[in-house]
C-alpha cells in the first residue's frame, strides 16, 4: 500500500490515521501534540518531522495530479460524444433537471398547481373508494344480492 504523511492528530486526524494504519497503509504522522504520535506509533506509525510527512504528502498529490488528468481525459471524451450525438445532451440536461428539482423544495406556483391536482386526484380517489365500498356492501347483502352463489 501507499505511503501516507498525516499532519494533525486532532478529534478527526486521529481516527482517520487508525483507519489508514487498520487497511495497511504505512503512515508518517506529525502533530504539535505527542500523546497522539505516541498512540499511532504503538499501532504501526511512524513518527516524521514534518518534512518527511510533507514528501510523503507530495507522493499522494503526485498521485491526485494522476486522477485529475484522467478526469481531464474523460471529460474530453464526455465533450466528444456530446459534440458526435447532440440527442446526448438533451438526455444529460433532462436528467439534470430531473435531479435538481427532485432536490430543491417546490415554488409557491407548484405547491398550487400540482397542490390543486393532488387534491382532485384525491378526491376522484376516495370518491371512487367510497363507490367501490357501496358496491362491496351491496353485494354482501343477502336482501339486495339478485344471484346467488
Known amino acids: 500500500m501507499s505511503q ?5 492528530l486532532g478529534i478527526m486526524g486521529k481516527p482517520m490515521s487508525h483507519n489508514l494504519l487498520k487497511v495497511g497503509h504505512s503512515l508518517v504522522v506529525y502533530d504539535v501534540v505527542p500523546g497522539p504520535i505516541a498512540e499511532l506509533e504503538a499501532a504501526g506509525a511512524a513518527r516524521g518531522a514534518f518534512g518527511s510527512v510533507r514528501g510523503a504528502g507530495s507522493a499522494m498529490l503526485e498521485r491526485a495530479g494522476s486522477a485529475g488528468a484522467l478526469a481531464n481525459r474523460a471529460s474530453s471524451q464526455v465533450t466528444e460524444k456530446l459534440t458526435a450525438d447532440p440527442w446526448l445532451l438533451g438526455v444529460v440536461g433532462f436528467v439534470g433537471g430531473a435531479l435538481l428539482a ?3 423544495p417546490p415554488t409557491t406556483i407548484e405547491r398550487a398547481y400540482f397542490g390543486e391536482a393532488c387534491n382532485g386526484l384525491r378526491n376522484k380517489a376516495n370518491e371512487l373508494g367510497h363507490e367501490a365500498a357501496e358496491r362491496v356492501r351491496e353485494l354482501a347483502d343477502p336482501a339486495t344480492r339478485t344471484t346467488t352463489h
Open 4 to 8: 501516507i504523511g498525516f499532519v494533525g
Open 102 to 104: 427532485a432536490m430543491l
